[in-house]
């Protein structure tokens, strides 16, 4: 447990005020006083905040993070390596999630310019409405686009491909010769979910038999996205398989799938996105698309402190990485 300044100042014998400015070195206090502060904190084994006293100080360089939802394991990892990242490069990460709102994005992204972040990351809500990156890229802070790409308005972006996802996806259901196949994905808003459907739409077209793609939409909240599924799936040509362009689609298609008592992958084949500790103790195993998130974050931080020191290229980069189709028991032939 972290030891406090009230405990250094009651075992030096001085207020926590005095205490505060001895082990910071700024404003009056006496000699003595600071020498029984300095001996007490040795002794308790107090270590100071750093990262607090920069921000009090406004010596901090802060870098604004600003994922679609933190809930999702994506971003929380994406959090984890940006965090540990700009740390070492003596930044500190501020991060507020839109959770896919434009509104509340607008509004996270004006208060973070208005205490002068140095650059911004981001997983943008929408690629039509982006003005106010825009805004901010072209005032002088860098901006990185993560997960999704806003390459066509000159901003930098690293991400999955993710047409490529979602045909190499829909490819491994056709291989097993599913024809009827859906996709669950949360909005056309979002360039990511745009590009996926997309990319299941052209394997399709591609393949030599004869097959047919239902789009779900399913919104922006887990709720909302069983709920359309479940109504997609009681047509009376249902789909044999479902892509969960997602890791929230995919968490949705499996609650979906359990309220209306079809089996894995007997009835119904499954296919996710995003790779967890627990996904191998699903029963059955999930096949799913695993994206590379740490090469994705790393890169984001290495696109950043590019543009921060000046060695970056003149031109807007766009980077994507590939995702890997990881096989397991949710996939099989069609039985119906």
Known sequence: MSITIREVAGAAGVSQATAARALSDYGSVSPAARERVLKAAAELGYEPNRIAQALRSGAAKVISFVPGNIDVPFFA??????????ERAGFVLMMASSYEN?????????????????????????SQDSVHLVRLHEAGTPVVSIDRSLADVGIDSISVDNA????????????????????LYDSDDIDSSAQRVAGSRAALEDATVRG????????????????????????????TAVLAADSMMTEAALYGIRALGLRIPEDISVVGVDDHSLTPLLDPPLTLMSQPVDAISNGAVDLMLSRLTGSG????????????????????????
Request: hydrophobic share 45%; no cysteine.
């Open 77 to 86: 990892r994406a959090a984890h390596i940006l965090a540990d990242r700009l």
């Open 102 to 126: 434009l509104e509340r994005e607008r509004s996270i992204v004006e208060a973070m310019r208005s205490r002068m972040t140095s650059g911004l990351v981001i997983a943008p809500t929408s």
């Open 164 to 183: 490529d996802l979602s045909m190499q996806a829909t490819q491994h259901l056709i291989s097993l010769g599913h024809e009827r196949i859906a996709i």
């Open 212 to 239: 047919s793609l239902l789009p779900v939409r399913g919104g922006m909240t887990l709720e909302s996205a069983i709920t359309a599924f479940v109504s997609a799936m009681q047509g009376p040509d249902r789909p």
């Open 313 to 336: 290229p003149i031109s807007t980069r766009h980077v994507q990485l590939r995702a890997t189709l990881v096989v397991r028991s949710s996939t099989a032939a069609p039985s119906l």
